[in-house]
């Protein structure tokens, strides 16, 4: 099963999204953190080709925070 870690942040109204690991490429961003999940619910979905089932967003700070895909 893969996994997708993402670093995310805010600023000037936008949330942002960066992935860490061994395979950094995936990027999303928007203007709500529910919109910014589903947008990276979707790109871990075309990245893996199948098999993501569940996603997570914990805010480590006001305007940080990390979110999983796997």
């Keep these: 099963m893969a996994v997708f870690t993402f670093v995310v942040r805010f ?7 960066k992935q860490i690991g061994n395979q950094s490429d995936l990027e999303g961003s928007a203007s709500s953190t529910w919109e910014l999940q589903r947008k990276l619910t979707n790109l ?24 999983q895909v796997s």
């Design 11 to 17: 600023a000037s109204g936008t949330w942002t999204a």
């Design 44 to 67: 871990a979905l075309t990245a893996a080709g199948s098999g993501v089932v569940s996603s997570s967003f914990s805010f480590v700070t006001p305007t940080s925070a990390v979110a």
